[in-house]
Each structure stands twice: as structure tokens, then as C-alpha cells.
């Protein structure tokens, strides 16, 4: 019997749990009891985060493409090829004709190491990594408004707020372990608002719900900030102090009555109004978002208006306060702190600046480092599909189905000349690869994820991997080594980890020696530094708050006659993502077998349409065919269907079309039509 | 009467491992206790229940049925040395007493048995529950058991199997401590255990509405820990993995707050909502097993309550329940 | 506890090989299954028992047997393909193998039957437990009073055992009826069409000579019940078999449970009486 500390691999709340092995095979977890985020819980996907490991489908060895097929090979084999390739194809067509994707699954450091292997060995820009498709909106949003994209506050501050504003967010399916906080904030009487058009489990104990209509959150919330100005509400004092660009915001959205927003969002005057009064009540309020804001075509303006919201009420920088983006993953924090991003070096550095290419070239030891920014992975997949990319590196990650527009994906990956794909299964991704690299999973190496709350925290390896099985960061160090680079040399993570620390201001204090047992916030400047649970206290990190005023955009694809229905994608409890890992763990397949669609009775009833029918769903890109399930949490004209399922993939039918800033797609809109399959 | 001292405690259960695989509560790095082997971590006797159920020692989150091969079945194996497990508390042994009876009851679990039969089990009682506070003494249920009467450790056989293991131990003399314990134990009342015998009268006479059971139904988020923490749910779902050759078949802790766990192939489902998966976790614990085997089967450990990340657990879900319905 | 092949102490949970002799289409989802014990031994089971059926790398699904005991040299199981191991099932032919843990739960009551006449209600595929009764009251028509057959499918392709059904009907030992809910169109489908509950109210029933054993999808359970009480049937004189969902059909794994009973033991067959206060028994 042994047990091994370790985080969660599922979602960004970043709970820990002791992983409980018996002869080299796990066989159960047990929770950390002292843990500050999980405190003795877990969600169901934590208790069950053991159950695939040992999964018969794992990948033991690497695999190379021969007439068509993939056929075991070995690992010098492999790699001598994927190099050879790379390198190939870097010199015929340029570095930039490559692509590198990392993965918020992958440790921080193994992160870092991808990134410095893309920049430093292969000379390119082009590396990003899942959080484009979650919260580059964030990013992009947070950094222009308050100088970090990362969520300001800490999951503790839930237990200590007097009002919740939950936007765009099912936290309790999504982020169960801070869900439950808000179930049990509101129980004490913390106030909730719920602005979320499905009928999600926290509207039900929501002081007020928002029903407002897919795609409407800027008219929402320019119409909450107007009655809040109109009726003198707002955090004068705080404005002043803190902030900038007031006046012109107030003028932008002087017009954004609460009747000009109804019809827009479908909600009634009256109810902006109260929800505009109730939130500037507040003495403490928090807002919380995720992909029902970001995954927009305007999501950057989504995220500008949430920011606006928190600074006109003075909700920044104080506990119980703040603009909480959830971050999806286990590691999307992580993935981006360490510059698995296009245009940033690790810490939000960013590669147009000479100074910070001049500090990463000494330390890296390399001649030059590119200067333009790169490609982000969603524009690199029209690339590829243009042509005009040649050569891939996925880590740890399944575009096929986590891609909108499922058919432009595959076509993207099939025009490619070479594709690597490195990961724990053969996904539907690696299985139209040149060559697989087998990777250990999350419970079979050492390393550090960062958490939603910037918490970084120890990732330990419990069991070995199987077969030749081998860690991200050890397989990228191999490749580097094979490519010519003789300076990717480190023992162990927390070598990686010491450098990440001299490179990077906000981990400048993060080493293994601190992190235990239960981690450390960042930013962490220097080794005395305790870390930081909340941030822009006194002063936000870009000096002054900005008040970035938006204009209103409606979503790309609205419904019409021949597409009547508004499609959101989403997540269910059960499963994450792609479904690689929750659908081989017996218990999570058990509960979400197939894909469905979830529809309101009235319409459903309009479509002759009964519970568990089977219906084809169908968008200007693809059909796939799901299960109904009739229910009011959808309201009319609007069906949510989950992205996991390969078979009835939803991004069989999303639309690719990307926010103009961010490149984020929109997952959350688009036309659709469904009907009763024969 | 045989004592321990403190200090005492990791040689002994060292020493029993020639004969015996020990497990028994230890700290780990932050802090939470577990059961582990003497030298895995420093021995955590005090701070009453563990938070992980010691009944895991002999039915695990996740066990072998078997694995089929073309030479046929080959059946879980029992352990090498027979268990010795430390660290139950008198609530923990009275839950080990009712799973006992249920696996060997109709149909005898053998998997279950294979690490339960001829396992020694060891209680802790006397003031080495959290901070101090006091733990009823079990007085039976197990081989034997640990007192801390303060500054030693009692230690108490109840079986021959416990009296042969002990049987090198220091003599002390019988000078009442042990009758003035269980006479101090004894006057603390338990309030959740009275809530929880309260509520299952209140439950079994039918007056508790099933619109009580949706709202705090509304409250769950189906994280299983509840059911996964308690001692005295033994639900089990199985699964089977297909390797080149081999098929192995595994069983894992199920649990009753999932929407799968009745669900029938056809759709049908008799616990399909919240509401009635929410009854049934409370219902079947207060109302259920006794109709079955003339006992509550919430033995009061704690855990569910501990564990439960919105706070529902069956001492919370009782004492509204009461709240609620109790007067009327 | 179950014995191995060798007649050494297996597992409870270890299967026990059997080989299918034959394997027929009943309907387009539905297949009868003959098989035998590999050891050549009789299954030993009684009419509304079940087994938990075993394929290595689809687990366990619990299926009635469809066969009466008093045919010793085979059982046979009718099996509806609904889901993952029944699939696989459905792709196994002659002289394939499968694993079998059983018989397990409470039969249909014989000794309570005998000298009574038996109202034998079926819906859809419980068609497939019924007929092991059926068949026992065929081989020992002696032991019964008049022996009626009810049956319900949802329409014509759905009927199964139609060659059984032509046999009942012939015979002068039953009085049967069955309906179809709907016949599609363009089906040349020539027998009753409605529902189940429809062919209660024409029969001529001594209330207390008469048992029911109904076995049928849960949605018929209320409506036929509600018809055989205004026909003057107590409770206890009504026989349901209920299908749970079920792991280990051994009274450990906590799936099929209702309230306090356990389906797997105390059912799957019980007297109405013992579990119509039941919440979420029927
Ligand atoms: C006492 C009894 C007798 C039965 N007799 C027959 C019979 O004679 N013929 C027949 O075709 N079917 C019968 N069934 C139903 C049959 O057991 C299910 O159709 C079967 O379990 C489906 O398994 P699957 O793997 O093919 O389906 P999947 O859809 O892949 O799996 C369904 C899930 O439900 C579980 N499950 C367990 N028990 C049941 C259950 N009772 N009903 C539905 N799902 C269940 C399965 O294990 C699995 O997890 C009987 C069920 C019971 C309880
Ligand atoms: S809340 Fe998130 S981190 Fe915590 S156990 Fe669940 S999936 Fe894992
Ligand atoms: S307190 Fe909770 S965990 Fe403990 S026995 Fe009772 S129900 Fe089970
Ligand atoms: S522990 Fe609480 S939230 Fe989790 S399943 Fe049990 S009652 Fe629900
Ligand atoms: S089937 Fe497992 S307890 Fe009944």
C-alpha cells in the first residue's frame, strides 16, 4: 500500500487527493483532508480519477505510419524520425511552416519545455496550446483591463462575499468543488445571480435568475452598468482612485437602457434593473465566468464588460471580491503562466519585446529567438488546411473533437505533410498520425499544476507508466536532444521547475521545496514571497483599471427559418472533454453513455419528439445524430448538446468563426435544425 | 491488564508484522491520516475516526473479481499473512459488525471474506479522539483494543486471537481505570446519534414529505463521497477490461446518488430523480435496513457528513429533518 | 456458491461455461438461446429464476431462463438486444461458449400455484420469463385448473414465440389471446389490436380459485392490476415478476434494491401484496 499526493488531472479547481496503489497498480483515492480548495471532498470525477490509468487501451509503445498504418516502433526510431522530419521540414518551407500544441493537461513544466523546444530548438513562434479554445478571451480581455488575465481573487473568498454573480458559468457540474462553495455561500445567505439561460443548479437557489438570450451578455451587462450609473450607484471613489477611461465608457454606454437591451437579451426591463441594484448593494460581490462568456465571436467584449462591472462597483482588490474566470482544465492556467502561448514567453513576456528575446536567449543559450508573434492554434488549423503549414506536434491534445467545425479540422490534419501526436490513448487525432509518441499519464509522473486560483501545486507519480510509456517532459527533452540541441538536459521537473523560476518574474519564488504540501499562488516574486491570493490590491498590475468601452455584436450565426434553433455546446458532470479518459472509467461512462441533446418540451412536443427518441441534428457544416432529452433547463429554441461523444460529436455542427482578438471560436452559437431521426 | 506506552506503539505493531500484514493510522505529509504500514509515516492513533473508512482494508475502492485467461479463472488471492488492522473506533467496529453480517449473509461474499476471515482488528478508544475528546470504548467487536486513559494505552482483549497477540505485553494492575473510563465515556451523550434515531422514527412513521428530499436533493451535486466514505455502504458496480489474452474483471464502490446506479437498460429507472436518489441515501440507512436487519446501519461514524462538500450529510439532512418535521 | 468444472469450490462470482446448441431469431431484436451446462449437469433452476450471464469483456446482465426445468436436457433464454453485452450476444452462434452464475432469486411459487387456475399476463419481452411456466404447465397440465395466456406486444413484428404461441393455442389445455398496441401500415397483421388491459374485462375469472402472474415492461404493471381487481383478485393473488437493474444477482451489489427487499433474492418474483406499499415498486 502506498499513497501519493497529487492533484486532480480533471478540472481547474485543482483539488488534491492521495492516489492509493497496491503493488504498482492504483486502486482507489482518498482526499486530502487539509487541502484549502477540496477540504476532505471531492467530485465525482476526482473519486474516480484513478480508474483509467491502468486502462487496457493505453498506449505502451511509439508508433510510426507504414503503408498507412501505425506499426510499434522504438522509441530512438521515433523520435530519430520525428526530428528528421521536423527539421526537414523547417528547412524547406521554414520554421514557421511548423506547429506546436500543448496541452492544459500536461504539467507546467512539460509546458515550458514544449515552448522552449518550439522557440529555441525549431525557431518558431508557433505554439499555443487548448486555452485558445477556453479563455484566450480572458486573457486578452484581463490583461487589457486590469494587467492579468488570470481570475483575481481566491476560491476562499466564496466562504467570505455577500453577493455571487455567476455569468456564463454551470459551476457546480464544471467546477464542482467551487459550485459546492456557492451552494453552501448562498445557504448562509450570500445573494446569487444567476445570468445563465439554462435552468443550471445553482439558478435554483439564485436570488435572481437571468434567463437572457445566448450571445446577449454585453447588452446585459452594458444595461446593468447603465442603471448603476443612471441611478449614481457606482464606486465614485473608487473610480477615481483606481481607474481610467471613465468618462468615455459612461458616454458609450449612456444609451444602453434597460429597455434597449430587451429585446436583445429577452429578459424584461425590470429584471435588469433589480439585478443592476442588487449587485451594486453589494458590499462584497464576486463575479464568476467561464465559456458562456468566453467562447463567444465577442468574447474579449464579454470579458471587458465583466471587468467594467467589478471596477464601476469598486469590487477589486479587496476579499470576497473580484472577476473570477474558471479556468477549464486542470492545467490551462499553467499552460499559459508558461508561454504555451503564440506571442509570450512563460510569465506573459512577450516575444516582441527585444529586452525579454536578448534575457531568454542568454538563458537559453541560443543565437536568436523569433520576434512576431505566432500562430494560435485555431488559425493555424485554416492554415494547415490552406496549406501552408506542414508540419504538427500535438501533446496531449484531440482536435478532432475539440475543434469546432469537425470536418474543417480533420481536412486541416490531413493536408498536413507530417503529424506527431503524443499522447496517453490513440485518440481520434492520433489515429491519423505519422507517428504516436506514448505518453505517461497524470498519476505516472513528477511535476506542478497550476490552478484555477494561480495555485501551484505538486503533481507526483504514484505508479509507473506502462510499457514504454514515458513522461511529456521526458519524451521533449529526448526530441530536442535528437533535433541537435544538446542544452535540454534536467534530471528531474523540478530542474525545469528552478529554471521556469529564473526566467519567470511571477514564479520567480516557486521551487519543490515550497510547494509542499499545499502549493503557492503566484505572483511569487522571489523566495521570501508567500504568494498572492488576491490581486491588484492598491494597485491594479497595469497601474490604473481601464475601462475599455464595447460595442454590441450579436453572434455570427443567428437561427432562421431553415436552421430555427440556437446550438450551445458545453460539458456534461461526467465526462471531460473529448471523453479519453472519464469514458473508459466505469463509473463516469456508466452515467453519460451516448450523446443527446437536451430540448424544451414545447418544442420537443412541436418536433413529435419524445424522451429518449433519437434526433438528427443538423447545422450549415455537419449532422450528427443524439438522444433527446426533453427538459426545461433549455428554454424554446435553444438545445445544448455535450462535446464528447465521437459518435454525435457536436463540432460535427459548431461554427467556426473566431473572435476577431482572441481567436477563440464560438462554441456557445450557432444555427441549427433538429429533427426526429427516421 | 496489559499496557502500552506511547511510545511503545510503532515497535509493537512493527514487530507483529513477521506474522501479520499491519495496518494502522498514520500521518501523512499534509496532514490528513490514513491507514498505512508501520514505517510508512509517523503512527496517528490519536484524532479519533480516520477520514477514509477502515473497512477499505478488507473491501477496497477497487478489487479483482478475477482474470480469464484461456487457462481459466484465476481468483483474487488472499493476502500472504493475515490482515491486523488498528484504528477502528467503537462506531467504526459496530459499522465492521454490520457489513460482517451482510456479506455473509444468503450468499457468502468469498472476495470480501478472503481478506476479512482470520483478519485481526484492533479498536482505539478512551480521550485520543480529536483534541482530546473521548471516544467510547467498543468494549467487544473487535480482537482487541486500545484505551488512552491518558498517559497509556489500555490494552483490552476481547478474543483469544487478541489475548495470544498480547500476550507478551506488560502487566498493569487492574486499579479501575478502565471501569472509571467506560463510566466517563458513557455520560456523554451523542446528540447525532440522537438526531439520527429521532429522524428514523420520523422517517419510518412517514412523516417526512418527498418535497423535503428534492430541495435538499437540489443541494447534492452527485459527488458519491457520501456513499464512498461510509463504512456500512457496500455498493459495488463491475467492470471488465479487455487485455491482449486476458479479460480482468474488477468490482469498484458504487454509489446511489448517481443516476445510473438503478437505471435499467430500457430507460426505466427507479430512482430517476434527485429527489428519490436523495430518500434513498438516508431512507435505506434509517428506514430500509432496519425493515431488513433490525438495525439503524448509520453507526454515527461522521464521515459523510465530513466529506460532503455542500453540506448534506445524514447528520445535517437529520437534524432539519427534525427541524422540520418534528414537531408536528 | 457455485461449483467450477473440476467440482472444486469456485468464487460466487466465478461463471461457469456453457456451451449454445442453437440460437434462433424470434423478432428483429429479439433471440432464443438453447444452451447446456458444459458439464453436461442440468441448470437446476425453477420457473422464474434467472441467471447472470457472462461474457468476458461485457460483464454480467441478468436474464430469465425461458425454459422449463422439466426439460432437463438444455435451458433456454430469449434475449432482447438492448445495450452492450446483449450485442455481443447477439453475435455468438452454435458451439460458442459464454459463463453463467446461477440460478439465483425466488421462483414463481409452485406449490402456491398448484390446483389453481393461473391467469399467465404478459407484455412485451416478458414473454421470455412466462414461458418457462408456460412450459412447466404444458409438461404437468395435472397439477392446474384452466390455464389462460394473455399476451401484449407492441405490434407484430414485436410478437415473440409465435411457434410457441400456435402450439397454446391449439392445445386444449389453454385459453389465449394476444394484441398487438399498433399495427403499422401495410403490416398483413390479422390478430387483436389494443391494448393488454383489454382483454381482461371478457374473461370469466373465479376470484378465489384464480392466480395472475404477470410479467411485463413497468408501465403495465399498474393498468392490468387496476383491470384484475375490478375482476375481484386480492393482492394476494397476484404474482408480478419486476426487473431491476442488477450486478451480481447475489444480494451484494445494492442495485435492485426496493426499499428493504432485495430483487435479486426476494424477488424477482413477489406476491403483489408484499410489495405494493413499496414506494417505487411498481
Ligand atoms: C431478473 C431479470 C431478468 C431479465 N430477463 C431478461 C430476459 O429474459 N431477456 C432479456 O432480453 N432481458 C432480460 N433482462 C434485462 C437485461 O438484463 C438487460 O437488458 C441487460 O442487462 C442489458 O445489458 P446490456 O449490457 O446489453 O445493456 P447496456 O445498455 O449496455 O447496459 C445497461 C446497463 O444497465 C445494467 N443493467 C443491469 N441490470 C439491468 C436490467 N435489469 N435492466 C437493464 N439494465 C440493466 C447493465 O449492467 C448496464 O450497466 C432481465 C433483467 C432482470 C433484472
Ligand atoms: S472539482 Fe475539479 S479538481 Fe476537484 S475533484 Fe472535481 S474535477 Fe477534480
Ligand atoms: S455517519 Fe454517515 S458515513 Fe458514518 S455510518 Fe452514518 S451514514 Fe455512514
Ligand atoms: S457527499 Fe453530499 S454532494 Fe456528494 S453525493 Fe453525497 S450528499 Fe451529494
Ligand atoms: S443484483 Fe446485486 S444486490 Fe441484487
Redesign the interface.
Known sequence: ???T?TVCPYCGTGC?F?L?S?SGR??????????PVS??????K??NA??FV???DRLTTPLIRRDGKLHPASWDEALGLVAERLREIQERHGADSLMFASSAKATNEENYLLMKLARGVFGTNNIDHCARLCHSSTVTGLAETFGSGAMTNSIDCFDNTDLILIIGSNT??QH??I???I??AA?RGTKLIVADNRLI?LA??ADLHLRHNNGSDVALLNAMMQVIIAEGLEDREFIAARCENFEAFAASIADWTPERAAPLTGLQPGEIVAAARLFAGAKRAMIVYSMGITQHSHGVDNVRCCAALAMLTGNVGRPGTGVNPLRGQNNVQGGCDMGALPDVFSGYQKVSDPMVREKFTRAWGVDALPSTPGLPLTRAMDAAAEGKLHGMFFMGENPILSDPDQGHARHALKNLDFLVVQDIFLTETAALADVVLPAACYAEKEGTFTNTERRIQRVRKGVEPPGEAKADWEIICALAKQAGCDKMHYPDPSAVMDEIASVTPIYGGISYDRL???GLQWPCPDRDHPGTPILHIGRFNRGKGRFSPVIYRSPAELPDEEFPFVLTTGRT?FHWHTGTMTRRT??LD??ERRSFIEINPDDAARLGVR??DDVLIASRRGSVRAQARITGIVIPGVVFMPFHFTEGAANALTNNVLDPESSIPEFKVCAVQVRKAP | MKYLSNEQIPDFFSSLQATHEV?LPIM??????????PG?GTVALFGGAL??KPT?AFF????PVFVAASEGFTEPSAPEKPLLVVGFTSRDLACLRFIDRFFAEGWRDDIYFRNRQGALVVGVSGYCGPGGASLALADGDCDFELVWDRTRWLVVSHTGAGSAIVEGLAETVSDGTLERLRKEMAVYEDENEKAIRRASELIRADRVPDTFWSEIG??C?????CN?ACPTCTCF?V?D????GRVKRSR????CQ???FMREAS?HNPLGTEGLRTRRRIHHKLAADPDRWGEISCFVCGRCD??????IGIFAVARELIERFGNI | MSSSADGTTASLYVPVDCEIIAVSDLTPHEKLFRLRLKNGAPLGHLPGQFVQVSLLGWEEAPISVASSPTRTDYFEMGIRRTGSLTSAMHELTAGDLIGVRGPFGRPFELPKLRGHDLLLISGGCGLAPLRSLIHYCEDRPEEFGALTILYGAKSPGDVLFKDDFALWETSARFACSRTVDQVPEGDCYSGGVGLITSLIPPLEIDPHRTVAVLVGPPVMYRAVIAELKKKGLSSDRIVVSLERHMRCGVGKCGHCTIEHLYCCQDGPVFWLNEIEHLRGAL
Open positions: 500500500m502506498k499513497r499526493l488534491m492521495y492509493v497496491d492504483l486502486i482507489g483515492v482518498e482526499p486530502s483532508t487539509t487541502h477540504r476532505g471532498g471531492l467530485c465525482v476526482g473519486w484513478f480508474g491502468h486502462h487496457p457546480t457540474e464542482p468543488l459550485g459546492s462553495r451552494l453552501k445557504r443548479r435554483r437557489h509542499d504540501p499545499l458532470y466505469h463509473l456508466r452515467e424522451e429518449r | 495496518r501523512l505529509p499534509d496532514g490528513t491520516r490514513c491507514l498505512g504500514h510508512d477520514p477514509a477499505a477496497p475502492h477497487e478489487g437540489d443541494r451535486i452527485a459527488c458519491t463521497g464512498l458496480g467492470q477490461w479487455r487485455y491482449a469498484m464502490w458504487d454509489s448517481l443516476d445510473g430507460g465530513a466529506v460532503c462538500p455542500t453540506g
